[in-house]
């Protein structure tokens, strides 16, 4: 099966079957990182730009893990190290890239569309790696990933998805994969970091914490996003911790088989204890190891056929 699209911008760009299609493919791929000679020969000749304009340690390691064990040439670009720095505009950027051949491209970039705006006029493909508080895609797809694999499949599934809504693009491309797979989202948080009008997108919004994580599969805790805050959302770091925090006793009314997320990086002790990070419901490291077989599918499903 192929995917329709050229680009993955949006999980918008994609319908249900090519959803667990990457999912199944991605659990091929898990399958080479767990051997002792890591690499298959999938993507030789073929050559991956990660285009990074914001900071990232999963996301852009992976992509670079993913597309080397694909046996792609893989280069890194980070905008403080590039001719962004002297002036040099987007569009210019992607298109003197262009001009030597790669493959696909990997964006992120704090504006939303900024991906878009690459893959409007490129020729190469475009996943967008984070656009502002736009989307994640691919964020979405390894979370789904990693609940499929826990919990054996997606419909049906109660998520809760707690914290900074608002600004999180992990949030939004999460709500759109999860509704498109018939699982079940609430959002709670402090109402200034919740969108007015976020039920349009199909979602519960549940005020307490301790409510909405009462009867849910996964808990998916959200960093709250400091950088795209343009005035203070809550009194006090120690209140929204109080009040909103992931912590033992929040999680001694959850089921005892409730499921930990976060997609990282952690604010340790602000949006999650430490003891709930490290504890047994946690599976946050195994997240960022999903996200390396997840990239490698979706390489390899645009750019390896
Ligand atoms: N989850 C995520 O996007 O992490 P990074 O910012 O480290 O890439």
Do not use: W
């Not at 890591?38 to 340690?57: A, C, D, M, Y």
């Not at 789904?144 to 600004?167: N, P, Y």
């Not at 390396?292 to 499903?301: F, G, I, S, W």
């Amino acid at each position: 099966m192929e995917l329709r699209c050229k680009n993955l911008l949006s999980i918008g760009d994609l319908v249900p079957t090519e959803i667990t299609h990457i999912l199944d493919t991605a659990a091929s791929m898990k399958e080479v990182s767990e051997r002792d000679i890591k690499k298959v020969p999938t993507l030789r000749g073929k050559t991956v730009i990660n285009l990074f304009f914001e900071p990232s340690t999963r996301t852009r390691t992976s992509f670079e893990i993913a597309g080397k064990r694909l046996s792609a040439d893989v280069v890194n670009i980070s905008a403080s190290s590039s001719s962004v720095v002297k002036g040099e505009t987007l569009r210019d950027t992607g298109e003197n890239l262009q001009a030597m051949h790669p493959d696909l491209i990997v964006v992120r970039h704090s504006c939303a569309g900024a991906p878009k705006m690459l893959a409007d006029v490129l020729p190469s493909a475009i996943i967008n790696a984070g656009d502002g508080a736009h989307e994640h895609p691919t964020q979405a797809l390894l979370d789904a990933f990693t609940m499929r694999e826990r919990k054996g499949s997606l419909a049906g599934l109660k998520v809760a998805i707690i914290g900074d809504i608002t600004h999180s693009r992990v949030a939004r491309s999460n709500i759109f994969l999860l509704n498109m797979m018939g699982a079940q989202v609430c959002v709670s948080g402090p109402q200034t970091m919740v969108p007015r009008f976020i039920e349009s997108l199909g979602v519960t919004f549940i005020p307490s914490i301790i409510d909405a994580v009462r009867d849910v599969d996964v808990i998916m805790m959200l960093r709250i996003q400091l950088e795209r805050q343009s005035q203070s959302l809550f009194p006090t770091i120690r209140e929204y911790s109080r009040f909103f925090g992931l912590n033992r006793t929040v999680l001694s009314h959850a089921r005892p088989d409730v499921l930990v997320m976060h997609p990282g990086p952690v604010n340790r002790g602000i949006e999650m204890s430490a003891d709930v990070m490290d504890g047994p419901k946690s599976i946050i490291l195994e997240q960022v190891t999903n996200g390396v077989a997840v990239r490698m599918a979706l390489m390899y499903l645009l750019i390896g056929k």
